[in-house]
C-alpha cells in the first residue's frame, strides 16, 4: 500500500518569508499528487494537482508545487506567505489500493502558523 | 450550492449511545469516502463506496457502519459509541474509477463522546 510522508509537523514563518513543505509518497506506479488545505474550523480544500505533463504545477493564491518522479516527491512551495495562509497542509496520493480500487491517501500533515 | 453537505456539524453525545452522520453531494459523483481526523489532524480512510458497493474498508471497528441509500448519499452509523471515536469525521466524494479527479470534502462533523 501507498503511504504519504510529510516531515514538517509544525513550521513557523514570518510574513514575505519563502515556503516549501515537503511530501514524499511510496508508490513506485502512476500517481496523482495533491495538496489540500484545511483552515482553521474549516474543511480542505483543494490547492493543485498533479495528473500528467508539466512537473510544476501552479495552484490557488500562489502556491506551487513540483513533482520530482526520481525523489518520489511533491514538496509545496511559495514565494511570500501571508498571515491568512496559516493554516494546516495536507500532501495527498491517489494511487491504487485493494485490486484496481484507487484510493486517496493522505499524508499527516503540516501546521503552517505565519506570524504578521 | 453546498457540493458536499454534513449533518449534523456537531454532535455530543454519550458513551454507548448510537449516532448517525449523514452527507450528501449533488455533484453526480460515484464514489464517497468518509474520513476520520483525529486530535492531531490525522486524516485516516474509513470506507469508500461506488455505485452503493463498498470498495474499500479499513480496519475499522464494525460498530462503524455505512449505509447508501442511493449513490448522492453515504451515511455513517456508529454503535455502542466510545470516548475513541471522538474526533472530526469528514465526508468526500469524487468521479468513481478515475485516478485523476480529486476529492471534495464536506465541512466536516465534530463529534464529542463524554
Known amino acids: 500500500a501507498q503511504s504519504v510522508s510529510q516531515h514538517n509537523h509544525h513550521v513557523i514563518l514570518s510574513e514575505a518569508a519563502s515556503l516549501e513543505l515537503g511530501c514524499n509518497y511510496s508508490y513506485g506506479g502512476t500517481v496523482n499528487l495533491f495538496w489540500y488545505v484545511q483552515y482553521p474550523g474549516q474543511h480542505l480544500q483543494l490547492l493543485l494537482k498533479y495528473f500528467s505533463g508539466d512537473p510544476l504545477v501552479k495552484g490557488i493564491k500562489g502556491f506551487e508545487a513540483e513533482f520530482i518522479k526520481s525523489k518520489f516527491s511533491f514538496n509545496l512551495r511559495k514565494p511570500s506567505v501571508q498571515w491568512s495562509d496559516t493554516a494546516e497542509y495536507f500532501c495527498a496520493v491517489n494511487a491504487p489500493s485493494s485490486g484496481s480500487a484507487r484510493q486517496l491517501t493522505f499524508g499527516s500533515g503540516t501546521q503552517l502558523t505565519v506570524l504578521p | 450550492d453546498t457540493a458536499v453537505s454534513q449533518t449534523p456539524k456537531y454532535l455530543v453525545t454519550q458513551m454507548g449511545n448510537d449516532k448517525s452522520i449523514k452527507c450528501e453531494q449533488n455533484?453526480?459523483?460515484?464514489?464517497m469516502y468518509w474520513y476520520k481526523q483525529d486530535s492531531k489532524k490525522f486524516l485516516k480512510i474509513m470506507f469508500s463506496?461506488?455505485?452503493?458497493?463498498?470498495?474499500i474498508n479499513e480496519t475499522v471497528p464494525n460498530r462503524f457502519s455505512p449505509k447508501s441509500p442511493d449513490k448522492a448519499h453515504l451515511n455513517l452509523h456508529i454503535n455502542s459509541l466510545e470516548l475513541g471515536d471522538s474526533a472530526v469525521y469528514f465526508c468526500?466524494?469524487?468521479?468513481?474509477?478515475?485516478?485523476?479527479?480529486?476529492?471534495?470534502f464536506g465541512q466536516g462533523t465534530r463529534l464529542t463522546v463524554v
Open positions: 463506496y461506488n455505485n452503493k458497493e463498498l470498495i
Open positions: 468526500a466524494s469524487r468521479i468513481g474509477g478515475a485516478a485523476n479527479t480529486e476529492a471534495f
Open positions: 455533484l453526480g459523483h460515484d464514489t
